[in-house]
């Protein structure tokens, strides 16, 4: 099943695989995308759908070093080269936006941007800065009645240059520890006014964040990814988690939403998300379901053909793979990764992996 093609409430994809959102740091220094981010997405696109790394859609959600954002007109002509080179070779696009909320250093903020987070809950532990290497997380500032609808504003209209950019819709990132789920957490999350204090409290800037980017460019070209039982960043399991991102779910399914992409990253160490969790989120969704976590080709075909997902999701496969779905579909050995060029600037480990022959 997994190389059969899909429809999606507005996309035709010519499989079910899924490249996952890597945040590879190849932007400039300004945050514009690169002719060589093109080229980097360009060779992976005989992906069925394309998950572009972590956007930012404001100044202040640019947590990282040399992340590419979306709110001003360079970058829409940035990205319109990724678009443009996708759409050429057959593939779809969406952009994941990321606002990094409190996971961020003001190393690499822009001037006048600050750290905001649902509280001013200091994010654990340490990120890296172009300017200072490692350094601690910078103390968010407890966003204000206006912060949250300006804040709404801006993914809205991030989803509009999106459109502009020429992607194929937007993707909204509620997992990973950022902004959304920094409001969706209750380990995060100590408010005590209508964004907190519980279940529906706590989603709710999360649901208004959609409902305003549907209302910016419609429901069909908005999804959602989403790590229940997630721990970076500080996040961490709640007692009411199960029930809170059932209910969320339920009222993004009357939001008639594109997708729900669900993550788990036990994989890579973190405790797994139950099976009854993600059985119950996909019972709640009437739309397009994602998984992505650890997957192969085999597990992949497996969760497909016992209708767990409609979709998969592979990472790291796709960094050192530029050909994953070839690979895949004939056998032949994956490349090995090299770690050490993750996040590093320039072609190294980006765009120079090789394709397999018999995938050309």
Request: charged content about 15%.
């Amino acid at each position: 099943m997994l190389f059969t093609a899909f429809k999606t409430s507005s996309m035709q994809l010519n499989n079910r695989v899924v490249m996952s959102p890597l945040t590879r740091s190849r932007a400039s220094q300004d945050n514009i995308p690169t002719e060589l981010m093109a080229e980097y997405y360009g060779q992976r696109a005989t992906a069925g759908l394309i998950i572009t790394e972590g956007t930012s859609p404001s100044p202040n959600g640019l947590g990282y070093p040399r992340i590419p954002g979306l709110f001003n007109a360079a970058q829409v002509a940035g990205w319109k080269q990724v678009t443009d080179t996708v759409h050429s070779k057959g593939g779809k696009i969406v952009v994941q936006l990321m606002h990094t909320g409190r996971v961020t250093n003001l190393a690499n903020l822009p001037a006048g941007a600050e750290v905001l987070g649902p509280s001013a809950e200091l994010c654990p532990g340490e990120m890296f800065t172009d300017s200072q290497g490692m350094q601690p997380h910078s103390t968010p500032r407890a966003m204000t009645q206006a912060d949250i609808t300006e804040t709404i504003a801006e993914y809205a209209q991030s989803a509009k240059l999106a459109i502009e950019a020429g992607f194929d819709g937007v993707e909204l990132h509620a997992a990973n520890g950022y902004l959304i789920e920094q409001f969706l957490n209750a380990n995060v999350n100590k408010r005590t006014d209508g964004y907190g204090g519980s279940i529906e409290g706590r989603n709710r800037f999360a649901l208004e964040v959609a409902r305003a980017t549907i209302a910016a460019i419609g429901a069909d070209k908005v999804g959602i990814r989403l790590s229940p039982h997630g721990v970076l960043a500080g996040t961490g399991t709640f007692s009411e988690v199960d029930a809170q991102y059932l209910a969320l779910v339920n009222e993004l399914s009357s939001l008639r939403l594109a997708y729900i992409h669900v993550l788990d990253h036990s994989a890579m160490g973190t405790p797994p998300v139950p099976e009854t969790t993600k059985q119950a989120l996909r019972s709640a969704f009437k739309g397009t379901f994602i998984l992505a976590g650890g997957f192969d080709h085999s597990s992949a075909e497996a969760a497909l053909t016992e209708g767990r997902a409609d979709l998969i999701a592979f990472g790291r496969p796709f960094i050192a793979n530029p050909d994953w779905v070839a690979r895949m579909r004939s056998g032949t050995a994956a490349n090995n990764l090299d770690m050490s060029t993750f996040y590093t600037p320039g072609p190294r480990g980006y765009t120079d992996y090789p394709f397999a022959i018999d995938s050309i």
